[in-house]
Nanobody
Framework: QVQLVESGGGLVQAGGSLRLSCAASGIIFIINDMGWYRQTPGKQREAVASISRGGSPNYADSVKGRFTISRDNAKKTVYLQMNSLKPEDTGVYYC??????????WGQGTQVTVSS
């Protein structure tokens, strides 16, 4: 049974930081590239960052230089350190495999709200 459990969201002022975590089970974590995705009202879910099984990161232009993705294969956990947060970063953040997602296995996500 695949499970992706996100945590670490919250309410923060613009310029603040949050660290998101995603614990994965039921998948062979070490062989999968992983990604963080963001859902905002009225928009399609978008990829914000991904990390290869070897640890190479990629970022959407909108978060480059502010977000850092990392992974701990022993803990089957992927992280997203978010600094210099902006109101437009507000949304529900999910993790999943990358670039092809496990479509039927989205977690509950974690809400990030950035106030101006």
């Amino acid at each position: 049974q695949v499970q992706l459990v996100e945590s670490g969201g919250g309410l923060v002022q613009a310029g603040g930081s949050l660290r998101l975590s995603c614990a994965a089970s039921g998948i062979i974590f070490i062989i999968n590239d992983m990604g963080w995705y963001r859902q905002t009202p009225g928009k399609q879910r978008e990829a914000v960052a991904s990390i290869s099984r070897g640890g190479s990161p990629n970022y959407a232009d909108s978060v480059k230089g502010r977000f850092t993705i990392s992974r701990d294969n022993a803990k089957k956990t992927v992280y997203l350190q978010m600094n210099s947060l902006k109101p437009e970063d507000t949304g529900v953040y999910y993790c999943n495999t990358s670039p092809r997602v496990l479509a039927g296995y989205w977690g509950q996500g974690t809400q990030v709200t950035v106030s101006s």
